[in-house]
């Protein structure tokens, strides 16, 4: 191997004590300390967002919306409070276009439910094939409702969205374009604003995952000008249990609730019920409180960062990871953006960008084999199909490993991942 | 409960050699992880191959991040087993489970303590059901088809 890369240029400000807010990755596993790999299926939490929650707990804890007592103002205002931090934080015109739900998968869930009265039989809904399942399943599902046609959008061979067949599929008018704005699986970014911007010419309407840029990239929905985009905050550091949903607020406001109940009523009666007003009425029970409060911490924490020099780090260090992994010998890897691309704001030096995540294989092995090797030496990654099955078909792959990272990833958890996967090839090979 | 359409001729499902028992041995007697998988790993290339024609869904485990796969027959009230899996390692912690239980009789699989036999391997932490090797709901399937005898 080559000496290391020096990362040194990227970091002008103090990473260490960016990272010594993750108490998590304190922690040793047996005699290694743990390397965690695997920020894209959940991000570790800042110190932060952890005592946000429990001092919501400890002092604040009541129901939102309905009593008036002083604790239930209070949580109520601390809960409302962070809508109008997300709406500033992606960019939205006004905050009862943020929904609070559980996470991406019932966010998108949503949306696929609410529109089923929209939607008639040979309707076409394009799919992007990167996308993870819960941005197929639920479109599956409204497909077999209202008796609408799935096709999906295919990727080139480099595993990049195929802009020319993209175009394509646009001559048959379709009435939503769901998309990942990057993939879970291979990290590779779509050029969204320019995706979007063709899909509502003909007249669909758009759905962005944004899953997986919503930790690393700035996010403004109105540039994207996508109907409907969401997250999940656990991985963005903040916690389980919480994800948006933004709709622009006249698309919004035509959804069909797909929970009912709770403060989304204006009236009950046994003869008829009158829903309320957004965003309540996509907000049925009683929410997870205590997580949109420490998704808010999330966001401050974020917002108190040099989010450009972070991303700079981010993508060196990926960089770096490529490199690590290419030198190594005997990996092959998917996906890695090397096609010259133009018209996405990400992508200034003229190229494609891949984004939090590295796809590879050990050569000839078995992506589980290398996971099982690499646990023993307290390296996290995933490794499996990363609910992306149709994605690994387009690939041929039964599966492979992901290495992602995150704002506190270091040089030192690349190298130690690195010397760990040396290690597995010369067990394997 | 797994219920294959089609499944190997009887001649297949035979005890075990000498060779894998001694290699279990050998995996309990590794000093570090590194010798511990490289013997599991051997232990999974001295198991039987399944033919490629019964690698079929309907033998497949479910729960396992690799693909594995499991037959069954009994032979005068004791159970055989020919599984495979394409995954080496997990091929080798299957190899470990039909040691233990090849050739045995319905009582003895019943009451074989899986979590102390990994325990005493080193291994537990392989067997836990958050891990997608499929171990545990190997074991399970192990042991559901002695449940089966006689349906």
């Not at chain 1, 030198?327 to 996405?344: F, R, T, V, W």
């Amino acid at each position: 191997m080559k000496p290391a890369l020096s990362l040194s240029s990227a970091v002008l400000f103090d990473h260490q004590a960016l990272r010594d807010q993750f108490p998590a990755l304190k922690q040793t596993i047996g005699d290694h300390p743990l390397c965690y790999l695997d920020t894209a299926a959940t991000s570790q939490k800042p110190q932060a967002v952890i005592d946000a929650m429990t001092e919501y707990y400890q002092l604040n804890n009541a129901n939102v919306h309905r009593a008036a007592h002083q604790l239930s103002a209070r949580a109520t205002q601390q809960y409302e409070a962070v809508r109008q931090q997300v709406a500033e934080f992606i960019h939205a015109q006004r905050q009862d276009e943020i929904i609070f739900t559980h996470g991406t998968t019932e966010s998108i869930n949503m949306v696929a439910y609410g529109l089923t009265s929209q939607i008639k039989p040979n309707d076409v809904i394009l799919i992007d094939t990167a996308a993870h399942h819960a941005n197929i399943v639920p479109w599956q599902e409204l497909a077999k409702r209202t008796g609408a046609v799935i096709k999906p959008i295919p990727l080139t061979t480099n595993a990049q969205l195929d802009i020319t067949a993209f175009d394509q599929l646009l001559a048959l008018k379709p009435k939503v374009v769901t998309l990942c704005h990057v993939s879970n699986a291979l990290g590779t970014l779509n050029p969204v604003n320019e995706l979007v911007a063709k899909a509502k010419a003909v007249g669909a309407l758009t759905l962005v995952d944004g899953a997986q840029a919503i930790a690393h990239l700035p996010v403004d929905v109105q540039l994207i000008d996508c109907d409907f985009y969401v997250f999940s905050g656990h991985k963005m550091y903040g916690p389980t249990g919480v994800g948006v949903l933004y709709g622009r607020y006249t698309e919004l406001d035509k959804l069909t609730p797909m929970l009912t109940g709770g403060e989304m009523i204006k009236t009950v009666s046994f003869e008829q019920t009158e829903f309320g007003a957004l965003p309540n009425r996509l907000e049925a029970g009683t929410p997870a409180i205590a997580e949109v409060i420490g998704l808010g911490a999330a966001i401050h924490f974020l917002q108190q960062l040099p989010r450009e020099q972070i991303l700079a780090h981010e993508q060196q260090l990926l960089r770096y990871l490529q490199q690590q992994l290419q030198q190594l010998g005997a990996i092959e890897l998917y996906g890695i953006a090397n096609d010259k691309h133009s018209g996405d704001k990400h992508c200034a030096d003229g190229q494609r960008h891949n984004i939090g995540a590295v796809a590879f294989n050990l050569q000839g092995e078995h992506h589980q084999d290398v996971g099982i090797l690499l646990d023993q030496q307290a390296v996290a990654v995933r490794c499996g199909h990363h609910c992306a099955m149709p994605l690994m078909t387009s690939l041929n792959l039964g599966g492979c490993c992901r290495a992602s990272i995150g704002i506190y990833t270091n040089k030192q958890d690349v190298d130690q991942f690195i010397h760990a996967l040396n290690t597995v090839k010369g067990l394997l090979l | 409960m797994l219920n294959p359409s089609t499944a190997p001729s009887p001649q297949l499902f035979s005890p075990l050699s000498d060779e894998l028992v001694e290699a279990v041995n050998l995996i309990e007697q590794a000093n570090n992880w590194q010798d511990k998988y490289r013997q599991i790993m051997l232990l999974g290339k001295l198991l039987p191959p399944l033919a490629p024609e019964f690698k079929q869904a309907d033998a497949q485990v479910k729960g396992c991040e690799s693909q594995a796969w499991l037959y069954h027959y009994t032979l005068n009230g004791r159970h055989f087993y020919l599984a495979d899996s394409d995954a080496r390692i997990v091929k080798g912690l299957i190899g470990l489970l039909l040691v233990a239980c090849q050739g045995k009789t319905t009582e003895q699989i019943q009451q074989f303590d899986v979590k102390q036999y990994f325990d005493r391997l080193g291994l537990s932490g392989q067997l836990s059901p958050s891990r997608t090797n499929g171990l545990t709901a190997l074991a399970q399937a192990i042991v559901a088809y002695t449940q089966d005898v006689g349906t």
